[in-house]
């Protein structure tokens, strides 16, 4: 229905359906799960790069601290946790290896907190 001054005209709801402007098209369900699909993949498609860095740099400096003395357990679990994700990370697998790299700067990080209150504890005659 149009509505031109006084004068009102009453368009059939076929002419308008039938009407390239006016065509509405139902979403396609398919269409629409793909593209969550490729949303929720977006966010861990892509190489933890930053992650593996950050674990390395924190098995080093535990290293460099002393933490293989002073914590051995948890440099090697931070180690083997380390290696797992480079495994992980050759193999595509980048979710399980951005757990593991996190995982083991964690480790790394609290075996270093460990040998660096060794080395400032009072020593014992």
Same mark, same amino acid.
């Given at each position: 229905?149009?509505?031109?001054?006084?004068?009102?005209?009453?368009?059939?709801?076929?002419?308008?359906? /039938? $009407?390239?402007?006016?065509?509405?098209?139902?979403?396609?369900?398919?269409?629409?799960?793909?593209?969550?699909?490729?949303?929720?993949?977006?966010?861990?498609? /892509?190489?933890?790069?930053?992650?593996?860095? %950050?674990?390395?740099? +924190?098995? *080093? =400096?535990? &290293?460099?601290?002393?933490?293989?003395?002073?914590?051995? #357990?948890?440099? =090697? &679990? $931070?180690?083997?946790?380390? @290696?797992?994700?480079?495994? %992980?990370?050759?193999?595509? #697998?980048?979710?399980?290896?951005?757990?593991? +790299?996190?995982?083991?700067? $964690? @480790?790394?990080?609290?075996? *270093?907190?460990?040998? &660096?209150?060794?080395?400032? =504890?009072? $020593? @014992?005659?």
């Amino acid at each position: 229905m149009t509505v031109q001054g006084t004068i009102v005209t009453v368009i059939p709801r076929t002419v308008l359906m /039938g $009407s390239p402007l006016l065509h509405i098209s139902r979403p396609r369900p398919l269409l629409a799960i793909l593209l969550l699909l490729l949303a929720a993949m977006s966010g861990c498609a /892509g190489a933890p790069v930053q992650e593996m860095s %950050n674990a390395r740099q +924190a098995v *080093r =400096a535990a &290293e460099q601290a002393g933490a293989a003395q002073a914590a051995p #357990e948890l440099m =090697a &679990e $931070s180690k083997a946790l380390l @290696k797992q994700a480079e495994s %992980n990370l050759r193999h595509g #697998e980048y979710r399980a290896a951005r757990d593991e +790299a996190e995982l083991a700067r $964690s @480790k790394a990080v609290e075996a *270093r907190s460990i040998a &660096e209150a060794a080395k400032q =504890a009072p $020593s @014992k005659p």
